[in-house]
């Protein structure tokens, strides 16, 4: 686990708290344009032999609230 490195959208707005906490924990991320979600990781050849990337198989998508994720809006129905 600790030769995990996190991939971080470059998309992605308003998460120097996120980042600011990796930097804290000495967490490794980079980042870059992901195809879909916010987040995902690889594990780098260094620990594998080979990079190995989970940018498409896991991921992870920040939502702001409930109706965000449900796709619904406030006073709509």
Do not use: C, W
Request: no cysteine.
């Amino acid at each position: 686990m600790s030769s995990l490195v996190v991939l971080v959208d470059t998309r992605e707005k308003q998460n120097s708290h996120i980042l600011d906490y990796f930097t804290k924990n000495h967490i490794t991320y980079e980042r870059t344009t992901l195809s879909y979600g916010d987040y995902s990781f690889y594990i780098p050849a260094a620990a594998a032999g080979k990079d190995i990337y989970f940018h498409r198989d896991i991921v992870i998508e920040r939502k702001a609230s409930l109706e965000e994720l449900s796709g619904t809006r406030k006073g709509k129905i």
